[in-house]
């Protein structure tokens, strides 16, 4: 069992950054595929990036992508979402979730899940 705390969220102005981290604990960190995924007031759950087992392949939303960077430290149970030029349509609760998947490809292959950081961008 994984489990998954994000940290990192907070308010921030339009074009700023902010740098997510999720820390894991109970389980062996790179034997899971990570990915971030985002939630806003009354919208669903979105896809946002993932990362690879051994952190050699990323992919992302089109909406994120040039401007979001995942990253991972299997050495020190992490992965990170590194938000830069961050528009109010970001604004979200974002998660981070672990999957036994090689490449998931959908929400249901990721077992578990953090509680969520809130993310604010303001205009």
């Known amino acids: 069992q994984v489990q998954l705390v994000e940290s990192g969220g907070g308010l921030v102005q339009a074009g700023g950054s902010l740098r997510l981290s999720c820390a894991a604990s109970?389980?062996?960190?790179?034997?899971?595929?990570m990915g971030w995924f985002r939630q806003a007031p009354g919208k669903e759950r979105e896809f946002v990036a993932r990362?690879?087992?051994?952190?050699?392949?990323?992919a992302y939303s089109d909406s994120v992508k040039g401007r979001f960077t995942i990253s991972r430290d299997n050495a020190k149970n992490t992965v990170y979402l590194q938000m830069n030029s961050l528009k109010p349509e970001d604004t979200a609760v974002y998660y981070c979730?672990?999957?036994?998947?090689?490449?998931?490809?959908?929400?249901?292959?990721?077992?578990?899940w953090g509680q969520g950081t809130q993310v604010t961008v303001s205009s």
């Open positions: 990362i690879s087992k051994s952190g050699g392949f990323t």
């Open positions: 109970g389980g062996t960190f790179s034997s899971y595929a």
């Open positions: 979730a672990a999957s036994w998947s090689l490449f998931p490809k959908t929400e249901d292959e990721y077992a578990y």
